[in-house]
């Protein structure tokens, strides 16, 4: 049987490369997106030209309320496409960064990250189970913030330390449904992340190439394989982990 693949965020960024990635793999994809409906469905659109089904449904990874009505257009749409009342794997990668100080923070910066990127995994998942086929596999996108600290980013990196230990104890509640639930850290990636400062600004690469073993700043494509790879059929016995996947950065 196919499997199915949830990516939250999935229009752009590691979300679009890891849902590319699953496609190829052969496996299907829903994708979903917050505001860029084109986006999302472009990417709809490259994975039927592979060859495999694919799906945009809107969500706000930060709006817990609207989560039961979420999965309750997921359960149609897995109904009316694959005949199914599950899906299989789900991944945990929408996010936003949000550059402030500790002295600087806000509150409404604060609980923004924290509702996307901690609450909003945590209810998300919750309320996703019923749907979550046994066997299946959660990854959790964590950051190699939460190792490695630059000042800036202390709110943001704090939230996904919290989703590293709640992927341990997901782990292990979960492990009676044969569901094993995995962290993934990237480093520092050239994408729109942070408005696109790694990618765009000469200076910053250069640094963080400089401080990576590799000896450059890493690229989505370093991401989403690695992604595919760890839900696929392979990597069944890796479970309650944080994999770090930032080519040797500040090591």
């Known amino acids: 049987m196919t499997k199915i693949t949830l990516i939250t965020g999935g229009s752009r960024g590691l979300g679009r490369n890891t849902a590319l990635c699953v ?10 997106y917050q505001s860029r409906e084109d986006d999302a469905l472009a990417v709809v659109a490259e994975i039927e030209a ?74 998300l998942t919750q309320t996703l189970l019923p749907l979550l086929a046994d066997g299946g596999r959660i990854v959790n996108f964590s950051s190699g913030l ?61 640094h963080i190439a400089g401080i990576t073993a590799l000896g450059r700043v890493g690229v989505p494509d370093d991401i989403g394989p690695m992604v595919a790879s760890l839900l696929s059929s392979d990597n069944r016995w890796i479970n309650a982990q944080r994999i770090e996947v930032s080519g040797g950065q500040a090591i």
């Open 23 to 32: 496609a190829r793999h052969g496996g299907d994809v829903v994708v979903t």
């Open 146 to 206: 939460t190792r490695f600290a630059y000042p800036g980013y202390a709110a943001y990196a704090a939230t996904k330390g919290a989703v590293e230990v709640l992927t341990q104890y997901l782990a292990k509640e979960l492990g009676a449904r044969g569901i094993a639930v995995n962290t993934v850290a990237p480093g520092a990636i050239e994408t729109d992340f942070g408005g696109g400062a790694v990618r765009d600004n000469p200076e910053i690469n250069r």
């Open 50 to 123: 592979l060859g495999r089904k694919a799906v945009a449904l809107q969500l706000d990874t930060g709006k817990i309320a609207g989560f039961p009505d979420f999965a309750d257009r997921l359960r149609n749409t897995l109904s009316a496409i694959w005949g199914r009342e599950t899906f299989d794997h789900l991944v945990n990668n929408a996010g936003h960064g949000d550059y402030a100080s500790f002295a600087e923070t806000t509150e409404a910066q604060f609980d923004r990250l924290v509702d996307v990127h901690f609450k909003g995994v945590f209810f």
